[in-house]
């Protein structure tokens, strides 16, 4: 089983922090997989970044208003590239790793058959923002979701599904702008998978959106001040699943992300029992069972009469 760090790379092309992020994959190496979706590959300067690069055919336009083509298209990658993988871990050139890698390995085994996103009602008036064209939608489908977060093998196959299937819609929704905050709401919503079985309703990457950066940024983590740090350990502290953090500025102590990966905050990592609330009961099974009671029963019957 393998863990695919799925990277949009759209503006200068390189990571913030890609010598921690090559440190941190190390240990891992062997449950990890790496993948960017970048613009123009002769923007790259990074060999390493080069060499994990997705095919040039599968490079989609990109905009911050319409960038779900691009998850679309790394994931399609990745999912058909190594039939190992399991999670699929969207992520920007601003995220670092906030746990250790042994952490990280902890949590994926024990939780790689569920997707980690958080997700809503939607907060804006339909009515009035286009965004993602939910006013087209029944009233079930109004909904909000991270922008970045960790999807299950079985989840990625039902998006590719939804965008064959579904095409009307995922093109309807796409077209309203900023749809990556809610076609994956959407589309889980559409099998039926918003449950708390297969899906896990927390963020998998931390963002503070109470101090943004501006009009539709997070905050950007530049200097590690008190307040980063406070906000960085809160969430940490109550929420198991977070493994990444975002914006964190190419200036951001390093020393401030190794303490946090290094910090043990206590979380239980036991494996959760999947549900498939697919699964029908098959009446052969009555057959089997008829006769493992029967051979008891005459096994019994033997012992005690002979």
């Known amino acids: 089983m393998k863990a695919a760090l799925c990277f949009i790379i759209s503006y200068k092309h390189i990571l913030h922090k890609e010598q921690i992020w090559r440190d941190w994959i190390e240990p891992n190496k062997d449950i990890i997989n790496v993948y960017f979706h970048y613009k123009n590959m002769s923007l790259i300067r990074s060999s390493w970044i080069r060499d994990h690069c997705i095919p040039s055919s599968y490079v989609a336009e990109t905009t911050y208003y319409h960038v779900v083509p691009a998850y679309m298209s790394l994931l399609?990658?990745?999912?058909?590239?190594?039939?190992?993988?399991?999670?699929?871990?969207?992520?920007?050139?601003?995220?670092?790793?906030?746990?250790?890698?042994?952490?990280?390995?902890?949590?994926?085994?024990?939780?790689?058959?569920?997707?980690?996103?958080?997700?809503?009602?939607?907060?804006?008036?339909?009515?009035?923002?286009?965004?993602?064209?939910?006013?087209?939608?029944?009233?079930?489908?109004?909904?909000?979701?991270?922008?970045?977060?960790?999807?299950?093998?079985?989840?990625?196959?039902?998006?590719?599904?939804?965008?064959?299937?579904?095409?009307?819609?995922?093109?309807?929704?796409?077209?309203?702008?900023?749809?990556?905050?809610?076609?994956?709401?959407?589309?889980?919503?559409?099998?039926?998978?918003?449950?708390?079985?297969?899906?896990?309703?927390?963020?998998?990457?931390?963002?503070?959106?109470?101090?943004?950066?501006?009009?539709?940024?997070?905050?950007?983590?530049?200097?590690?001040?008190?307040?980063?740090?406070?906000?960085?350990?809160?969430?940490?502290?109550?929420n198991k699943y977070a493994m990444f953090l975002r914006k964190v500025d190419p200036l951001f102590p390093d020393q401030i992300i190794l303490g946090f990966q290094q910090t043990d905050f206590g979380h239980d990592y036991s494996p959760i029992v999947v549900y498939n609330h697919n699964y029908k009961y098959d009446p052969r099974w009555n057959v089997i069972i008829g006769m493992i009671i029967g051979m008891i029963t005459c096994t019994y019957i033997l012992f005690f009469y002979f």
């Open 76 to 238: 399609t990658y990745a999912f058909h590239h190594d039939m190992d993988n399991k999670w699929f871990c969207l992520l920007t050139d601003s995220c670092v790793p906030i746990i250790s890698p042994e952490t990280f390995r902890a949590l994926f085994l024990s939780h790689c058959y569920a997707s980690i996103i958080g997700w809503r009602p939607s907060y804006w008036n339909i009515d009035i923002h286009s965004r993602a064209n939910l006013k087209y939608l029944n009233a079930e489908y109004h909904l909000a979701n991270d922008p970045w977060f960790t999807l299950s093998r079985d989840h990625v196959h039902k998006c590719i599904l939804f965008m064959v299937k579904k095409n009307d819609i995922y093109k309807k929704v796409c077209k309203g702008g900023l749809a990556n905050e809610s076609i994956f709401a959407i589309i889980l919503q559409t099998f039926h998978e918003l449950n708390k079985y297969t899906t896990i309703n927390h963020s998998s990457t931390i963002s503070d959106w109470t101090r943004m950066s501006n009009a539709t940024s997070p905050h950007l983590f530049n200097n590690g001040s008190a307040e980063d740090l406070a906000f960085i350990r809160g969430e940490l502290q109550k």
